[in-house]
């Protein structure tokens, strides 16, 4: 179990608000929160590697273009 000292009265009353509006406990809120957020971290480290292979040359960008046209080509 994690505690969250940090937290004053006035964020806790907006916390266990928002979660009352959810039908959800504080604890299923801040879990969700939480999940979001390493969720979101995970999706910048992926992308955050993905422009590190562009800019190193490793991997290149598709011509806009020529994504068109081999969806074109995939519909016949």
């Not at 916390?15 to 999706?43: C, F, M, P, T, W």
């Amino acid at each position: 179990m994690i505690t969250i000292d940090a937290i004053n009265t006035t964020e806790e009353q907006e916390i266990l608000s928002i979660a009352q509006k959810h039908g959800q406990n504080a604890g299923q809120l801040i879990a969700a929160i939480v999940r979001g957020y390493l969720e979101n971290r995970h999706d910048a480290q992926q992308a955050e590697a993905v422009l590190a292979g562009i800019e190193s040359g490793e991997s290149a960008l598709l011509d806009w273009d020529d994504v068109k046209a081999g969806l074109y080509d995939l519909k016949d």
